[in-house]
């Protein structure tokens, strides 16, 4: 007999198929979730990235920017600016905003911590800032334009007063919106705008202050923006300034969405890639249930290829329906996130459509079908019409080369997707690479428990003797089973991890004994005065006074950090400048693990001592040098040694710790923290602000608050990725189930005739499910527990603490429900009648 053609075959499969898709439900549902998971993820980031991009002039507030901290530019460096294009000019710190008269909200603070930001008549050069009433124009050296939150919180309006320093100003508006905002970087507070005249007034600008002053460029068109970047850094690496170009407008911003879209991308494909277990799962029962169409269009003569293409097309077109779908509200589903997210994302993107991520994420559809349904398929194509007959009884495994050829090609170009799109390649691997191991493990441990029923002496009672029998007779899925049984509680103990764990990272973040205040901008010459005022308002008060500088680590070693094309994993500290300090004791909340630390007379050559973490990235050691660029002038000095920083104390951590004589005579400011009674906080903030204006203080709370709402944040997106997860594990249990619900059938019918009951029946397989959900509860708690270890501790750098009683009690939550799922699948089967069942077999 020839072959039937393509365009029978589509007629036939058809025909067959139920318009309803009765049978291959699981692999349309499997694969939307997995796709639409993927696609929503990778267009939000997608959005997110091109959006940043494309208001990069606006976000950044002009082509180039240069930026300096604690001095401002030479004028010849200004006028070479100029030279370039059209320059604006900005300072920006932190400083504390006080209302002056009037009695502002019932619970107004004395003060409040801001981001003041002194600005020229050209500011800004891209996009516009605009005001909740009114329009903006430059403003008057007595004139202040507010953040929403501040008016908020000191319950100030247009034409109330406002004290910074020694000056006060008019609030003459309320920003609606600040288009250089996410280019400005994480700030502790709302922002206050005035012009630079109006921010001189203050006397907030000293030598030693911690200010930050940014000069924009709107670049002549013969200028390429990367090339004059590229060049002024080359030629200026040794003064200390950082450079940004329209394309990296917001880099931290940039950073954390292209990192966190790939975990969560990660976590979409390998539920997909379990979702394709359901998948298979799903096509063998189906392909079951039409065993008697396959073996009779055997008989009538159809060949082995007729059989693969009638089976392929259909599956094939549920398939393109399921990825389509998910294609679909993949990419629609961003619009809505971003709409319910509100102000937690950095920008907020209209509707577009990126095909890359979508295509992508088709890719990856399509392979994960071809994969998981070939095995099911090939054998439905190979086996003989007489062993198609005797599939509920006698099951043959083994799958042709042809076949294993096609699975091994897939697999090969999944792999290869999955890396070549990968930010991080390597880590990509280790994801995938822990996917299948967890796999492969419990596909073994699937086989080990066949084969040890089949070993075991058979107990006595019926029930017992049943259950364990079920797990080894002729078509048993103990494997499928295992495997989904395994996931499932697998991923309920790596949910329960991550959560908890994440959870109590936001109660730990302050420790036991954390400061109350950072005071920030302290007089070097006012320390004695400083302590006064303290004691004064809090005599019990614990303080801690250290020198405050800013400095640009420009090399270490024999290595320029400017001629590195990429910088090290983990070399953090090498992006701008960083806190810099002297001291000639051993800083509170270090430990020296490496060299000795300096005399307290010592004054030789400079010496640093430096964090050992950043030691090992830039792989330096005791006796080697560094150079750093602080206001402008490079230091040399040679590593004296190494400390591990308690980064959680909450304290003063640095990673550059200098020998006094280097540092004390440059122009500095003191910055201090303050341990008291909670109850002085507010009367302490007028003291301090009576007596030296110009300082800044942060109260600690609420710069917790803040990380935790990120932590918050980050939480609730990890645990949205990971439902998904949890719901291709489920899937994976439906397909084994309903892979089996033939056998299954068939043996109820037996024991029916027999004479057992339905109760008994139920009862055998409660207590088969109970067996492996006993033998998988440890491997689970196991795997899951290394799961979310890895993702707490390797990805995000957290400490790894989770509440075990939660991971106990969710183990034990998922294993019943689980149990209930196999159970509610096995309900059906007691209502096949014996007669109807046997003239199906």
Not at 133 to 145: H, K, M, T
Not at 325 to 347: E, K, N, R
Not at 576 to 585: F, H, M, N
Not at 657 to 665: G, K
Request: aromatic share 6%.
């Amino acid at each position: 007999m020839n072959d039937l053609g393509w365009a029978q075959s589509w007629r036939i499969a058809r025909r067959d198929l139920h318009a309803g898709f009765r049978g291959l439900r699981l692999l349309f549902l499997c694969l939307f979730l997995g796709v639409a998971t993927l696609a929503a993820i990778g267009s939000l980031t997608a959005a997110i990235t091109k959006e940043l991009s494309r208001r990069g002039q606006a976000l950044l507030g002009g082509d180039i920017e240069i930026a300096m901290t604690q001095r401002e530019a030479r004028f010849g460096d200004k006028e070479a600016f100029r030279l370039l294009g059209t320059l604006s000019e900005t300072i920006r710190l932190r400083a504390m905003a006080q209302r002056i008269g009037g009695t502002g909200a019932g619970d107004a603070p004395p003060a409040v911590l801001t981001e003041l930001k002194g600005v020229d008549t050209l500011y800004p050069l891209y996009g516009a800032l605009t005001l909740r009433e009114g329009v903006y124009r430059p403003l008057d050296p007595n004139q202040i334009v507010i953040g929403d939150a501040l008016a908020q919180r000191l319950g100030v309006g247009r034409g109330d007063r406002l004290r910074y320093g020694t000056a006060s100003f008019i609030v003459t508006g309320i920003v609606a919106d600040e288009p250089d905002r996410l280019g400005e970087g994480f700030t502790l507070g709302p922002v206050a705008i005035v012009s630079l005249d109006g921010l001189r007034r203050t006397g907030l600008i000293q030598p030693g202050s911690l200010y930050s002053s940014k000069y924009r460029i709107r670049l002549a068109p013969q200028y390429d923006a990367a090339t004059v970047v590229k060049d002024m850094d080359k030629a200026h690496d040794a003064d200390g300034w950082t450079f940004k170009d329209r394309d990296h407008a917001a880099p931290g911003a940039n950073r954390f969405i292209e990192r966190m879209g790939q975990f969560l991308s990660l976590i979409g494909l390998a539920a997909l890639v379990i979702a394709g277990i359901g998948v298979s799962n799903g096509v063998a029962s189906y392909l079951a249930a039409k065993r008697g169409g396959i073996a009779t269009l055997k008989v009538l003569g159809a060949t082995s290829a007729d059989i693969g293409r009638i089976y392929r097309m259909q599956v094939g077109a549920v398939a393109l329906l399921g990825i389509v779908a998910g294609l679909i509200v993949g990419a629609l589903l961003p619009s809505l996130i971003v709409t319910l997210a509100g102000d937690v994302l950095p920008v907020s993107p209209g509707f577009r459509l990126y095909p890359l991520p979508l295509l992508t994420s088709a890719a990856y559809g399509l392979l994960i079908a071809f994969l998981f349904t070939f095995p099911p398929l090939g054998r439905a194509r190979t086996q003989p019409a007489a062993a198609i007959f005797r599939g509920v009884v006698e099951t043959r495994g083994g799958i042709d080369r042809r076949s294993l050829a096609a699975m091994g090609g897939a697999g090969a170009l999944l792999i290869a997707l999955a890396l070549f799109t990968a930010r991080e390649p390597l880590f990509s691997a280790a994801v995938l690479g822990a996917t299948a191991g967890v796999l492969l493990l419990l596909l073994g441990l699937g086989w080990a428990v066949a084969r040890l029923a089949r070993l075991a002496p058979r107990p006595r009672r019926p029930l017992l003797r049943l259950a364990v029998a079920n797990l080894h007779r002729p078509g048993a899925q103990t494997a499928a089973l295992i495997v989904a049984l395994g996931l499932a509680l697998t991923l309920f103990v790596t949910l329960a991890g991550i959560q908890t764990s994440l959870n109590s990272e936001i109660r730990n973040v302050v420790p036991e004994k954390a400061p109350n205040q950072f005071v920030l901008d302290i007089p070097s010459g006012a320390v004695d005065r400083f302590r006064q005022v303290v004691r004064g308002q809090a005599p019990e008060a614990q303080l801690n006074i250290v020198p405050s500088l800013r400095g640009t680590i420009v090399a270490y070693g024999s290595q320029r950090v400017a001629d590195l094309k990429t910088l090290p994993e983990g070399a953090w500290f090498l992006r701008g400048e960083r806190g810099v300090t002297y001291s000639d004791v051993l800083p509170q909340g270090s430990d020296l693990v490496a060299g000795r630390w300096w005399p307290r007379d010592y004054a030789g050559p400079p010496l640093v001592s430096l964090d050992e973490a950043a030691a090992k990235v830039m792989s330096i050691g005791v006796g080697d040098s560094l150079t750093v660029s602080i206001l402008g002038r490079e230091i040399t000095a040679r590593v004296a040694s190494l400390r591990k920083v308690n980064w959680d104390t909450m304290g003063f951590n640095y990673v550059l710790v200098f020998s006094p004589r280097t540092l004390v005579s440059a122009p500095h400011s003191m910055t201090a923290t303050i341990t008291m009674d909670k109850g002085h906080d507010s009367a302490m903030t007028r003291a301090l602000l009576a007596a030296f204006p110009g300082v800044s203080v942060i109260s600690v709370g609420d710069v917790i608050d803040q990380v935790g709402q990120i932590m918050t944040q980050m939480s609730s997106a990890i645990v949205v990725a990971a439902s998904v997860a949890i719901l291709a594990g489920v899937a994976v249990l439906v397909g084994a189930i309903a892979a089996s619900r033939q056998a299954r059938s068939y043996d109820s019918v037996i024991l029916k005739t027999l004479g057992a009951t339905r109760w008994q029946v139920l009862g055998g397989q409660a207590i088969e499910y109970g067996l492996l959900a006993a033998m998988l509860a440890l491997v689970a708690l196991g795997l899951g527990t290394g799961a979310a270890w890895f993702v707490i501790v390797q990805v995000f750098e957290f400490s790894w603490s989770p509440d075990w009683l939660i991971v106990l009690a969710t183990l034990g939550g998922g294993a019943l429900l689980t149990l209930g799922i196999g159970l509610a699948g096995s309900i059906p089967i007691m209502s096949v009648r014996p007669a109807a069942a046997l003239r199906q077999l």
